[in-house]
């Protein structure tokens, strides 16, 4: 069975870290690329960050870019998303997801597997 379990969202202040973990069980862990996606109340979910099979490669949206560090562990099946310098509008649901596409693609259609979602707050 495939299963993605997030921890570490929260409620933080503006300027505040957190750090997201999402541990895989099920798959081939290191066979996947690595991502996360956010979904803001009323928006679309959108692409954060992605990183390559490896881990040698990452990719950024350019608003979390410098604030934002995407990392995995493939012994331990984790990819992790550190968040410092948190803004108001870093406020969303924020899911991990794994497919076999490239880690430069942003796009989800090609998501094969979901977390269920960890909620982060940041306030003003």
Known sequence: QVQFVESGGGLVQAG???RLSC???GITFSTYTMRWFRQAPGKERMFVASISRSGLSTYYRDSVKG???I?????????NLQMNNLK???TAVYYCAADRDSA???AQV?????GQGTQVTVSS
């Open 104 to 106: 430069s693609t942003t």
């Open 16 to 18: 505040g870290s957190l």
């Open 23 to 25: 541990a895989a069980s």
């Open 88 to 90: 108001p509008e870093d």
């Open 71 to 79: 990392s995995r562990d493939n012994a331990k099946s984790t990819v």
């Open 110 to 114: 090609n998501v094969d597997y979901w």
């Open 67 to 69: 604030r934002f560090i």
